[in-house]
């Protein structure tokens, strides 16, 4: 178990890489949120439960930014089940708050990580990537070095995460591309919630 120290530094170093990839892609810092929410300060691999707490804070971040859209990671392939906590807290919340008028101009937007793809038929937005966005999400992710060598929930896969990120996007703009639609590098795919 880490200790509250080494949970504060590693949460330091985290929020450090997130910014630099804010600075990298050109979102300005003051627009990323570290919410510290209590159901990930175990100091261990397993979490905890969702709390209301948890819940409240995902709840008072919306109503402070009022935002036009989420984007969420739904992937519940994730061997480790912090996006599926994440996730919850998210759904929770914009249910709790769908009643308020600017949530009627609110979209949630789920996407998926390394592990796996929304089937074709699913998906509602893909975003085409040129090889110079594909560039600049590889060099974003590479940001995140305390995450970069090695997936640590792999299983059999031996790639690094962007490499699966990477493989991904281009099986789905391949996928497109075979159904007659236009040529790109890369695509990300998003499933829309509806609430």
Not at 94 to 122: P, Q, S, T
Not at 156 to 181: H, I, K, M, P, V
Request: with cysteine; net charge neutral; aromatic share 10%.
């Amino acid at each position: 178990m880490d200790t509250a120290e080494v949970r504060y530094v590693k949460g330091l170093i985290r929020m450090g890489e997130a910014k630099s990839t804010c600075r990298f892609v050109g979102i300005p810092v003051e627009n990323a949120h570290f919410m510290n929410m209590p159901f990930y300060e175990t100091g261990t691999v397993a979490k905890k439960p969702l709390s209301e707490e948890d819940v409240k804070i995902t709840m008072a971040l919306i109503e402070e930014v009022k935002p036009h859209q989420i984007y969420a990671a739904g992937d519940l392939a994730d061997p480790h089940g912090t996006h599926k906590v994440c996730l919850d807290a998210i759904l929770e919340a914009v249910r709790r708050l769908k009643h308020k008028n600017f949530m009627k101009d609110c979209w949630v937007w789920l996407y998926r990580g390394a592990w796996a793809e929304w089937d074709i038929h699913e998906i509602e937005m893909a975003v085409p990537m040129s090889p110079d966005q594909v560039m600049k999400k590889r060099l974003g992710i590479f940001k995140h070095q305390s995450q970069k060598d090695g997936v640590v929930y792999q299983g059999t896969d031996s790639r690094e995460f962007w490499q699966r990120a990477e493989e991904r996007n281009s099986a789905t703009a391949g996928l497109y591309n075979r159904l007659g639609l236009a040529e790109y590098e890369a695509m990300e795919a998003f499933v829309r919630w509806r609430f």
